[in-house]
């Protein structure tokens, strides 16, 4: 029988994780306890990555099965020897336990070291208790302006650095639901948080709006930390959902090389940590990206898909039980109301501004 290449490294290598896992499980066994550990790496200020273990979590878990088995131990000989890069993928940059920047020697011994062990960990919030709005729920979207809280819609949909959360708790007390925009994919010049931003993550301005860049949706181990401290801005205000916006780069002018499964890649990494705190994630337009998606989100925030003939997509999300939220610019409700109420979609016209001004809905 033929042995796969993963098989050989691992045999090649056994002799030397034997007599290195006595002397590294001793490190492990003094340092896994620590809650945080974060490296920022001095070579070009490429790269800056944060490893973060819950209490009870287990080092060397890489294919995130709750054990540390042969499986990891496949990944990390696969990665033996591999530099990290801005260009890594997440199971390089995972296989360097130690953070140097190497998967080596000293990575292979800590995962030896917790071989065996099994992962206790505190559930996460389950799927059922995710807020789920049902087709034609009614919406309401108003991003600038003193918001309008007198709308009779059932969800509301304001930005997460312009509302407090007494704004929040009122419209929870009129048995709303309410969603914080943020914008996922881009820099804004203007946003408190704007300086956490690394230079190397920025791409081209967006067009239309100069006070934007894109961002290197790759870099997930920098931009992680951003859209987490996020999320829990959303989560502290009493947010029940997310909208994030701008998450199409790979299919604009972003100054980077991305690609459709980077998009996929990023969109799922951001429904999990939106998830992982009890946020609805609403997947916004992304047309071409919905069946590859609907799973990880809960509903759908769509500009314009009547205009450009877009909207059958969406199809598959009410089939799902799953609301389509959908606003037109340009067009009069005579041109869409009729064929948004055929798919069972929650459809508005609006102005582009969103400040509250014109909200029309099909139904009225």
Avoid at 158 to 163: A, H, N, R, T, Y
């Amino acid at each position: 029988m033929e042995t796969s290449s993963v098989d050989q490294k691992i045999l090649t290598l056994f002799p030397l994780l034997f007599l290195t896992s006595i002397f590294v499980f001793v490190l492990t066994s003094k340092y896994a306890p620590i809650q945080t550990v974060t490296k920022t790496s001095n070579i070009s200020s490429l790269i800056e990555k944060e490893i973060s273990y819950a209490a009870g979590s287990i080092v060397g878990d890489l294919n995130n099965d709750l054990t540390v088995n042969i499986f990891d131990l496949g990944i990390l000989s696969a990665n033996y020897g591999k530099t990290i890069t801005t260009n890594s993928t997440d199971l390089e940059r995972k296989s360097d336990l130690n953070n140097n920047l190497t998967v080596d020697v000293f990575d292979l011994g800590i995962l030896i070291g917790n071989y065996g062990n099994t992962q206790q960990t505190t559930p996460t919030p389950s799927a059922n208790l995710i807020w789920r709005p049902s087709p034609q729920t009614s919406f309401y979207w108003q991003l600038t302006g003193t918001i309008n809280e007198s709308k009779t819609a059932s969800v509301y949909d304001i930005d997460v650095f312009e509302s407090d959360a007494s704004l929040v708790q009122r419209l929870h007390d009129k048995g709303k639901k309410v969603v914080c925009y943020m914008s996922a994919g881009s820099y804004e010049n203007y946003r408190p948080d704007a300086d956490d931003f690394p230079d190397e993550i920025l791409g081209n301005t967006l067009d239309g709006w100069p006070d934007e860049r894109w961002l290197d949706i790759r870099q997930w181990g920098l931009i992680k930390p951003i859209m987490g401290a996020r999320l829990d801005i959303c989560k502290q205000k009493g947010f029940d959902g997310v909208e994030f916006d701008n998450v199409d780069a790979f299919a604009n002018d972003s100054g980077f090389p991305l690609t459709k499964a980077n998009q996929i890649t990023y969109l799922k990494n951001l429904a999990n940590e939106a998830k992982n705190r009890g946020i609805s994630p609403g997947l916004k337009n992304s047309p071409d990206l919905v069946s590859d998606l609907l799973n990880d989100y809960e509903w759908v925030l769509n500009e314009e898909c009547f205009n450009y003939g877009e909207c059958s997509n969406y199809s598959s999300f009410i089939s799902a039980g799953k609301a389509v939220f959908n606003v037109e610019y340009d067009l009069q409700k005579s041109a869409f109301c009729t064929e948004a109420t055929q798919l069972k979609f929650s459809s508005y016209r609006a102005n582009l501004a969103l400040d509250g001004k014109l909200w029309d809905p099909c139904n009225q």
